[in-house]
């Protein structure tokens, strides 16, 4: 890849904390473009971005343990300022000659050692991170959360906050621009973490702060043009946010050199397929394969109803016909993909065990490989936030780019049991109706995600003066900000007797329907 068109950067080097990415997302809120690295490429980056400063992230490990991870000395030799937080104030301080003990031999906050949870600081001294935010003598509150206690600090570091449960709360030497904190400025329990994060870049760093998605977009577009050249690429496009920007952003860089499938494998929300066929043929005039699968799809389900069967039957025959299709177009040397950084971003695992399988995800992960082609994945760098702004700057509509997520194995996965296309048409109506109503309501955009679900269970109902035994519908609205964890929207229950009676009044072969009221965790968002 190119670098002539480098953004002035900050490297963040992640020891494996929970809340590294939130590192890289205050960065990039202050107008700073960042990327993290694991400890152990941390220098293959380095020499990559060539960054303007240095953040060194928390980890679960101990820098007293033998094994724990280090940070690479050419960041210490580079001149650059460097803020550690957390371990990363301790493996910094340890690198540099300070000494780190153990929680528990230090502890005086009882046998466990270490403080976890809010804590408030003193400003002991002036300290260019607290420049024009806090000053001496005030209290702070702030985040904690470390076993470890840095007891010694290296050569040219003082203490410039202090708190009861971590005297080196904040150390600095300013001198080198070197900065320690023991609390973590990047979550949201540190009040004012963002703009002590903000200081640091822009003030210590010396950062302008003028990273904007524009800049992104000609970046990008340079060098998708210097990547393809005149080479053909084929993009999957899924109807979702991720795929569609990515292709648009292609299309800007090298026109009709790019195609884009769309594969309809039955199992889509209604008029999908349409509103991805207007939007790129029409708008944005960008040649598109519509491809009509869904005979084999449903042909593939008849009788399954194992959730994990019916995924991996489905991700499995999305790539074959994707495949199919490919070598149909024919010479396509590049693959597109919508791929965001947090599945990039490799995990640092020092434990080395795999992770539980909850469920196998659907990406067209395994074709490029198997099609032996090279990737274009231009969105590489951006959390999904992000790519709905770049979505904006492409001009996408906002109802496009504010669209919820919409699971690979789509109507699959809220058909619990044998999925029919009779099931399928049934559940596309109820869906329909339910967030028309939301959008009615004007609750579209606080909602992270809503959907109806078709159950397979029959109950008996009674219309005008006659029994009716049909299906059940399940509601379900939740709001969260990555998908990791949610919480049910809290409909009123006006709006959802609202919903109940115009599905059942409208669409046949459903009688009776729920609302979900189940948190993630314990529940995933999907059924299935
Ligand atoms: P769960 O159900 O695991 O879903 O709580 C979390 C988020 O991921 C979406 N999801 C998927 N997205 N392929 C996708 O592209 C999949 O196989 C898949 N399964 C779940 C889900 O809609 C939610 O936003």
Not at 17 to 37: C, F, H, K, N, W
Not at 329 to 349: C, H, M
């Amino acid at each position: 890849m190119q670098t002539d068109h480098l953004p002035d950067s900050i490297l963040i080097v992640d020891f494996g904390s929970q809340v590294t990415q939130l590192i890289a997302r205050r960065v990039r809120e202050a107008g700073v473009y960042s990327e993290i690295a694991p400890f152990s490429m941390a220098e293959e980056a380095f020499k990559r971005m060539r960054p303007k400063g240095i953040i060194l992230s928390g980890s679960p490990a101990s820098v007293p343990e033998d094994g724990s991870p280090r940070a690479p000395d050419i960041l210490f030799e580079s001149g650059l300022p460097i803020l550690g937080i957390c371990y990363g104030q301790q493996v910094m301080t340890h690198q540099l000659g300070g000494e780190v003990r153990p929680g528990h031999e230090t502890g005086a906050e009882g046998n466990r050692g270490g403080e976890f949870g809010r804590a408030f600081l003193t400003v002991t001294k002036e300290c260019a991170l607290f420049d024009g935010l806090w000053q001496v003598g005030e209290r702070h509150q702030v985040w904690m959360s470390h076993g470890d206690k840095v007891t010694q600090f290296a050569d040219g570091f003082e203490i410039v906050a202090t708190s009861d449960g971590a005297p080196f709360a904040v150390i600095a030497d300013e001198a080198r621009k070197y900065y320690g904190t023991q609390f973590h400025p990047e979550v949201y329990h540190t009040p004012d973490g963002a703009k002590l994060l903000a200081n640091f870049v822009r003030h210590v760093c010396g950062l302008a702060g003028d990273w904007t998605m524009a800049a992104y977009r000609d970046t990008k577009i340079a060098e998708i043009r210097a990547q393809v050249g005149d080479g053909k690429v084929i993009c999957g496009l899924s109807g979702g946010v991720d795929s569609s920007v990515a292709a648009i952003l292609i299309h800007e860089a090298i026109g009709a050199q790019l195609t884009c499938v769309f594969v309809d494998h039955g199992l889509l929300r209604q008029n999908e397929r349409e509103q991805v066929e207007a939007m790129f043929r029409g708008a944005y005039n960008i040649p598109l394969v519509v491809v009509d699968a869904e005979d084999r799809f449903m042909a593939g389900l008849a009788g399954e109803t194992d959730p994990e069967k019916k995924r991996k039957f489905i991700g499995g025959e999305f790539i074959a016909v994707f495949e199919e299709e490919a070598n149909r177009i024919g010479g396509a040397d590049f693959l597109a993909q919508g791929t965001l950084y947090p599945d990039v971003i490799e995990s640092v695992s020092f434990t080395g065990g795999p992770s539980v399988t909850i469920k196998s995800h659907h990406n067209v992960g395994g074709l490029p490989e198997r099609m032996n082609m090279e990737l274009v994945e231009p969105l590489r760098e951006l959390f999904k936030d992000e790519v709905r702004a770049l979505g904006r700057e492409l001009g996408l509509p906002d109802m496009f780019v504010g669209r919820h997520p919409f699971p690979g194995p789509g109507l699959a996965i809220r058909i619990p049991g044998e999925v029919t296309k009779e099931r399928c048409d049934i559940l596309r109506k109820a869906d329909a109706i339910y967030l028309e109503e939301i959008r009615n309501a004007g609750l579209y955009d606080a909602i992270w995600q809503a959907f109806a679900v078709l159950l397979p269970v029959k109950t008996v109902g009674v219309m005008g003066d006659a029994r009716t035994y049909d299906n059940v519908c399940g509601l379900r609205a939740v709001t969260s900000t990555d998908g990791m964890t949610a919480d049910v929207y809290p409909f009123d229950a006006a709006f959802l007797t609202g919903c109940a009676t115009r599905i059942v009044n409208e669409v046949q072969g459903v009688n009776r329907v729920v609302y979900d009221y189940t948190s993630k965790p314990p529940g995933t968002i999907e059924w299935e």
